[in-house]
């Protein structure tokens, strides 16, 4: 999952950034509503998590412009002090989806982010299942055969991402947009590794089992949708 995170206070920002990667998330900052909203506009995100005090654009102003103008309905989280019942009817009535009060329980952000960036699922909820692979998105576990499976924070954002989006061909710009941060050096061969990676985890060990993650040359990887 991508997400944006608009907040001025460097420390709070920095904060949430390396919370949210111990989720396994690509986080990008942007200090300030101009540089925010320029982000939201031009970058794909799961949710974006606005301060409503910023400089230069205000978060109820990044709001009108996301929703009024730029019709973009990504998911956001309202973040700030002000906690007035009146703040929030503002806030929802502009088109957040969610507001936190600050000081808040770092768990609750989360629970919050991952409510939002919920897609509705087949499956189980919180579990993303594709033959007898299984991984579960709460507690970022993956077994295959019931046998554990151990990756990397990026190996399990890139399995993530190809499992919710089952039957889909993704591109190597797609994966790259939704599991890197803006700010990562990503080469041209990237994707490419990090699916050889994943491969050697979850189809090497597993012979008598169907590949996971299928390669249509030319136009990306995907996820068979009809994989029992």
Known sequence: MRVLVIEDEHKIAQFIKTGLE??????????????????????????L??????????????????????????????????????????CLNAGADDYLVKPF???????????????????????????????????HEVSRNKKKITLSKREYSLLEFLLKHKGKVKSKDEIIQNVWSY????????????????????????PKSKSIIQTIRGFGYKVDNNEK
């Open 22 to 47: 111990i989720e396994s998330w690509a986080v990008d900052l942007a200090f300030d509503g101009e540089a925010g909203l320029d982000l939201a506009t031009t970058e794909k995100y799961d949710v």
């Open 49 to 90: 998590v606005i301060d409503l005090m910023l400089p230069k654009l205000s978060g109820i102003e990044i709001i009108h412009i996301l929703r009024d103008k730029e019709h973009i309905h990504t998911p956001i989280l309202i973040l700030t002090a002000k906690g007035a019942t009146g703040d929030k009817v503002e």
């Open 105 to 139: 329980v770092f768990a609750e952000l989360v629970a919050r982010i991952r409510a939002l960036s919920r897609r509705p699922l087949t499956q189980t909820e919180g579990v993303l299942q594709q033959s007898n692979l299984i991984v579960d998105t709460i507690r």
């Open 183 to 206: 700010e990562d050096d990503v080469l041209p061969n990237t994707v490419e590794v990090y699916i050889n990676y994943l491969r050697e985890k979850i189809d090497k060990p597993f």
